[in-house]
């Protein structure tokens, strides 16, 4: 299961946080990440992170602004989203893959999502 958390509403140029639990079963051998959707927008990738090695990816129009990470010891992963736009709005989910971030490969696990707000 992944448990995530985090989100709300935040003005235009501010921070949040989102932290995803992974829980009943081991990623090893997955990728873990963010998918994000916005209302009338499909589902798209944000963030993905390599529960192994740590390595990362970023969709393109998030990069240099979020940053994942992961706490192997909680079994959580962190997405910190600075320097957040009213385009960021979306609700976000946490997802694990198989294989490595950089492609996201077929979601096999979904977490519920949370709602990001940016207002401007």
């Known amino acids: 299961q992944l448990q995530a958390s985090g989100g709300g509403l935040v003005q235009a140029g501010g921070s949040l946080g989102l932290s995803c639990v992974a829980s009943?079963?081991?990623?090893?051998?997955?990728?873990v990440g963010w998918f994000r959707q916005a209302q009338g927008s499909e589902r798209e990738f944000v963030a993905g992170?390599?529960?192994?090695?740590?390595?990362?990816a970023y969709a393109d129009n998030v990069k240099g602004r979020f940053t994942i990470s992961r706490d192997n010891a909680k079994n959580t992963v962190h997405l910190q989203m600075n320097s957040l736009m009213p385009e960021d709005t979306a609700v976000y989910f946490c997802?694990?893959?198989?294989?490595?971030?950089?492609?996201?490969?077929?979601?096999?696990?979904w977490g519920q999502g949370t709602q990001v707000t940016v207002s401007s």
């Open positions: 992170i390599s529960w192994t090695s740590g390595s990362t």
């Open positions: 997802a694990a893959a198989w294989g490595s971030p950089c492609p996201f490969h077929e979601v096999e696990y």
């Open positions: 009943g079963r081991t990623f090893d051998r997955h990728a």
